[in-house]
Nanobody, 119 residues
Framework: QVQLVESGGGLVQAGGSLRLSCAASGSIFSITTMGWYRQAPGKQRELVAV???????NYADSVKGRFTISRDNAKNTVYLQMNSLKPEDTAVYFCNVDELRHGEFHRYWGQGTQVTVSS
């Protein structure tokens, strides 16, 4: 099994920056895609950004040009650099990883980290 531990959330003023980290540990076979999602109060969880094992990225339109996803494969860690934060970025941010194990994909989720952007 894979465990995910997130860190880096907090309270920041609009225009500020935060960097989220998510480290995978445990019995890891092969991590493929890693990503970040967020869920604001009363809203559905939505994709923020994903990165494949070869470094291809995809972003939600609302964060393009402000957020950058990256990963360190040696550390099984994914990062989300968030710049020019806006109050509407306030949400619980969840990381997830897809692992290929014995020909099957398994998806794991972190516990979530709160990001609050004040105006």
């Amino acid at each position: 099994q894979v465990q995910l531990v997130e860190s880096g959330g907090g309270l920041v003023q609009a225009g500020g920056s935060l960097r989220l980290s998510c480290a995978a540990s445990g019995s890891i076979f092969s991590i493929t895609t890693m990503g970040w999602y967020r869920q604001a109060p009363g809203k559905q969880r939505e994709l923020v950004a994903v990165i494949t094992s070869v470094g291809s990225t995809n972003y939600a339109d609302s964060v393009k040009g402000r957020f950058t996803i990256s990963r360190d494969n040696a550390k099984n860690t994914v990062y989300l650099q968030m710049n020019s934060l806006k109050p509407e970025d306030t949400a619980v941010y969840f990381c997830n990883v897809d692992e290929l194990r014995h020909g099957e994909f398994h998806r794991y989720w972190g516990q979530g980290t709160q990001v609050t952007v004040s105006s």
